[in-house]
């Protein structure tokens, strides 16, 4: 191929997409690695959404509409068991003057949002196979074959967990509310779909591994029944009406984010586990980084230059970090089957519940507004 790129992105998924939107619209010429395809797939994910994401997404014009977006108003957190002791935590876009404290967006749709954006931009050409190019980046996700060319090493922490992923329907409309459960070591979580007034669900279910094996071959009916245990009844009778997908569960980073000529984002630099949603989120951050980075380069260095390139992995793996110990804390926290440390932690949620500002500065970073942290309140949360 005889055409000049100025940088090559390796992977098709959202972030890669997104990225390439956000170079073309500087101008520059961007070769996007995306494959076609497979036809007959069904895709069960869901993304939660914050703000800045969909400030992001809308800017580029492949923000999806209603039905395929839905608003989380409400999210409510058990800590333990089914709701037969009330919700340990309730968070509400109303408290925060916000119209919703995220939006679930139903993963085919906003592909192929991304996709025709794609299409209509001139400045990005969608090739088979990476091109050469003054900038390398690689979107490929957590299995990338790119890494290993560069140079990066890749650090896993495994989990023991697997995500379980389905859509249910229920006898009740979802209103909006996002549920969580925490309970043994699992975490369950039902994400409100199918617009404000709808009925589907997205289920994302994080439990052992062996678990998984065993939801995954139930039948349809036998599997609504193990879900619908663990649950309760506050969302409804559920019914699956989908696939099941499930994928491992870890913490991994790569040690190096950049490099002469090459750069990683997305899952490609690192992963968390998804109990807070924000998988996603922190690789739209990173494409918009790495984008602004480049904008605003000085007009004498590469797009390759890897102190330039340094730029962007210094502002986003502080993010990332933090972002990856806020999970594993909490994964660790919810993990312990002891009574008594199960006890003492549904006494801390209580206590964060009451804790006003705090929880009120929680959720604004949950949502993608970056704010001062509160000050301490008498009770020292």
Known sequence: M?????????????????????????????????????????DVRAYAINSTSRSLLESLRAWPEEPFTTPVRDIQVWG?????????????????????????????????????????????????????????????GQKSTSRNEFGASWTVKPYGQSAVAARLTSSQGHHGVARQWFQNGDILALLPMSGADGHTLALVWSVATE?????????????????????????????????????????????????????????????????????????????????????????WRGLGDERLLRRYERQRKADVAAMGVVTDSLHGLFAHTDARLQALRNWGLAGFARSGPLKTWVMRQAMGHQTDPPAKTKSGL
């Open 2 to 42: 005889s055409q000049q790129f100025d940088v090559c992105i390796r992977g098709g998924g959202v972030v890669g997409r997104t990225l390439a939107l956000l170079l073309a619209r500087e101008r520059l010429k961007v070769a996007l690695v995306a494959p076609p395809v497979e036809p007959g797939h069904e």
């Open 80 to 140: 333990g068991g089914n709701n037969a002791v009330g919700a340990q935590l309730d968070f509400s876009a109303q408290s925060t003057a916000q119209p919703a404290l995220a939006w679930i967006v139903d993963v085919p749709a906003l592909e192929q949002r991304l996709v025709e954006a794609v299409r209509f931009q001139s400045h990005i050409d969608v090739v088979q196979a990476p091109v050469k190019a003054a900038l390398q980046v690689v979107c490929e």
């Open 211 to 299: 678990r998984a094996d065993v939801l995954k071959k139930m039948s349809a009916e036998d599997f609504s029944a193990a879900l619908q245990a663990d649950c309760g009844d506050t969302p409804g009778q559920l019914s699956l009406c989908s696939e099941r997908a499930s994928w491992p569960l870890s913490l991994s980073n790569a040690d190096r984010w950049v490099g002469p000529g090459w750069a990683l984002a997305g899952d490609a630099a690192h992963t968390v586990h998804p109990l807070a949603g924000q998988g996603l989120n922190l690789g739209l951050a990173d494409a918009a980084a790495l984008a602004n980075v480049l904008a605003q380069r000085e007009y």
